[in-house]
């Protein structure tokens, strides 16, 4: 740590972040955290205290090891380039990562700041120089290995796949991305909504990594248009970066009335085909006054507050166990809470009710009493026998969870999956295919874009190792993958 900072008057609270009012926001799909100016970001930037990079906190918890003194003291240097290039030595996303990483439990949870006052706010400054950078025109310079003859597919192109792409390209390998929709970035095009991660920038972030070399195609699902043994003859590497994206349903009476969604389709016609410009675009979504959202995550949230822009008078945030085990980030439940979704917590789905043309009218929920915690540590909802009520409901949505799609590996016997269809891989994200790597949420199921990006580096470089020296095991070991 520096030795000036016994002397330093330190500023202890937090430069606040501007926002769209909560009343002007719920009626547009703009962003709703504004990100601070040049003077705001500059302010925060000085509380850091400048740990050295071989103790500071921030940097150990960040999945993809983002040298945070490093590029806040280029920020205060006046060097934005500079610091655009000291976060991008490890992580080729930044205008993503900064606006949706939960730094609360991340690269922010052990600052040493928290200890004299309010953490630095990490997120909001490496949102802060990708955006400078970005309006400014201000490119990293990016150092490519001479080519080394070698090429690697890599199927998917969500952060995993992404972040895999760009590390492997900068040593020197040629990389071809395959991707089953129209447009690259997997949640963060088709999931996340435009007023948490606008698409222009990750259509920039993905824009970046063609102008290095990397080869994107769309509209390939692998699995169908070609086979993973089709990538093994042409490639010499594979990285399947191929995601969680089918929705858990609940196998309750009433669930194929119309109105009821996945949290996938909601969202995906809502961001991806842009359903809330509907006529301009053609992609329809149910409207009306009352929408309820089932389930505590990112995903419900998200539905929620979209819910609310496309125009529902009221909507229900409908969770089976309280507040507290909530996962959605702090940030998510606070801006919906703002916006005014309403939550009920100890409620439980036990059938839909539709009208004579077959539209959803209500939900039946059951209440529940929180018992002993279950084998996530939280606390396991149990029904309350009698207590079943009805809430009066236009449309549903289900954000339950999501689990891997079976597609591409339904054909490949030697691919060992587990039980909830994750890919098994060792500590290197080998397969039980030789030649094929994995990693993000098609190993760990529904996770975080950073733990993704994570496993997109580590397993570039196992990929790098295995071209240079041809070794794979007999046997894997599988890696352990904590429950998120
Ligand atoms: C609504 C929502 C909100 C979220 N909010 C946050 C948040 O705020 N912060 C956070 O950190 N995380 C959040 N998450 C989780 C995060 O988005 C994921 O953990 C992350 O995107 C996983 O990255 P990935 O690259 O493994 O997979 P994905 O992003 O799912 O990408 C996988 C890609 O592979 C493609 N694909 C799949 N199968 C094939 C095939 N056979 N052939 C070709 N292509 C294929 C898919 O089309 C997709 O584009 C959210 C998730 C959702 C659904
Ligand atoms: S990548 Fe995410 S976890 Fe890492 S420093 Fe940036 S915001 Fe924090």
């Not at 016994?6 to 926001?25: A, I, S």
């Not at 020197?172 to 088709?190: D, N, R, W």
Request: net charge negative.
């Amino acid at each position: 740590m520096s030795g000036e900072f016994k002397r330093r008057e330190v500023k202890k609270v937090r430069v606040p972040v501007p926002e769209q009012d909560p009343h002007v926001r719920i009626r547009n799909f703009n962003e709703v955290a504004l990100g601070y100016s040049l003077e705001q970001a500059l302010e925060e930037a000085s509380r850091c205290l400048q740990c050295h990079v071989k103790v500071a906190p921030c940097i150990k918890n960040c999945p993809v090891l983002v040298n945070v003194p490093g590029f806040i003291r280029k920020m205060l240097e006046g060097d934005m380039k500079g610091a655009l290039e000291v976060i991008m030595e490890t992580n080729s996303l930044p205008g993503i990562t900064g606006r949706v990483c939960p730094q609360e439990e991340q690269c922010e949870m052990n600052c040493i700041m928290g200890k004299l006052g309010d953490k630095i706010n990490i997120g909001k400054l490496e949102r802060f120089v990708a955006d400078y950078a970005r309006e400014h025109g201000i490119r990293p310079e990016v150092r490519i290995a001479p080519p080394t003859g070698k090429r690697v597919a890599v199927v998917g192109s969500g952060p995993a796949g992404l972040t895999a792409a760009a590390d492997l390209r900068k040593m020197g390998h040629e990389v071809v991305i395959f991707e089953a929709l129209h447009e690259p970035g997997g949640v963060l095009v088709y999931g996340i909504p435009e007023f948490r991660l606008p698409k222009e920038i990750v259509r920039y972030e993905v824009e970046f990594l063609k102008s290095i070399g990397v080869k994107i195609y769309t509209d390939v699902v692998i699995g169908k248009t070609l086979s993973l043994y089709d990538l093994l003859e042409e490639f010499d590497a594979v990285f399947l970066g191929t995601g969680a994206g089918t929705p858990n349903f609940l196998n309750v009476p009433g669930v194929n009335c119309l109105g009821i969604y996945s949290a996938n389709e909601f969202l995906t016609r809502i961001n991806l085909m842009k359903a809330y410009l509907f006529p301009d675009y053609d992609t329809p979504v149910k409207r009306g006054r009352r929408l309820a959202v089932i389930g505590g995550g990112n995903t419900a949230m998200d539905a929620a507050r979209s819910g609310l822009r496309i125009g529902y008078e009221e909507v229900y945030i409908l969770y089976r166990r309280t507040r507290e085990f909530m996962t959605a980030r702090i940030e998510e439940i606070a801006h919906a809470e703002e916006e005014g979704v309403k939550f009920m917590f100890l409620v439980n789905p036990v059938a839909f009710k539709c009208d004579e043309n077959g539209w959803v009218r209500a939900v039946t929920l059951i209440r529940n009493e929180l018992g002993e915690p279950d084998e996530t540590g939280r606390r396991r909802p149990i029904p309350i026998p009698g207590s079943e009520f009805d809430l009066e409901v236009d449309a549903v949505v289900i954000a339950i969870g999501q689990r891997p799609n079976r597609i591409l590996y339904q054909e490949v016997p030697e691919l060992e999956v587990t039980r909830q269809g994750t890919i098994v891989v060792d500590d290197k994200y080998r397969t039980t295919l030789r030649g094929v790597f994995a990693g993000g949420d098609a190993i760990r199921g529904e996770a975080t874009v950073v733990l993704a990006m994570g496993d997109g580096k580590k397993a570039a470089l196992a990929i790098d190792e295995y071209l240079r020296t041809g070794e794979w095991p007999e046997r894997i070991v599988p890696m352990k993958i904590a429950a998120d």
